[in-house]
């Protein structure tokens, strides 16, 4: 049986996708409840800096995460992620 690139790479994907749902059923209550209060702030951090023409960044669920769970080096992924595209 021959597998495509495709079919490794979604392997591949899947499995990652497994590594991340056991990693977050692994945190108790309180490291979950930390990550969402800090993608809130994330949300509200993209938001204000769009709000105020500071700089145009989209808000939605990846960069609040990202921003929440890295705080500001993930503010700065996003920014920079903003100005390069």
């Known amino acids: 049986m021959k597998f495509g690139w495709?079919?490794?790479?979604?392997?591949?994907?899947?499995?990652?996708?497994?590594?991340?749902?056991?990693?977050?059923?692994?945190?108790k209550t309180r490291g979950v409840l930390r990550i969402?209060?800090?993608?809130?702030?994330?949300?509200?951090?993209?938001?204000?800096?769009?709000?105020?023409?500071?700089?145009a960044l989209p808000l939605n669920v990846f960069n609040s995460l990202l921003v929440g769970v890295l705080g500001l080096p993930g503010a700065g992924i996003v920014v920079a992620a903003a100005l390069l595209l």
């Not at 951090?45 to 023409?53: D, E, T, V, W």
Request: hydrophobic fraction near 75%.
């Open 36 to 55: 969402v209060i800090n993608s809130l702030a994330g949300g509200a951090l993209i938001a204000g800096l769009s709000a105020f023409n500071i700089i």
């Open 6 to 27: 495709e079919t490794v790479l979604i392997f591949a994907a899947a499995a990652m996708l497994v590594a991340v749902v056991a990693w977050v059923m692994h945190l």
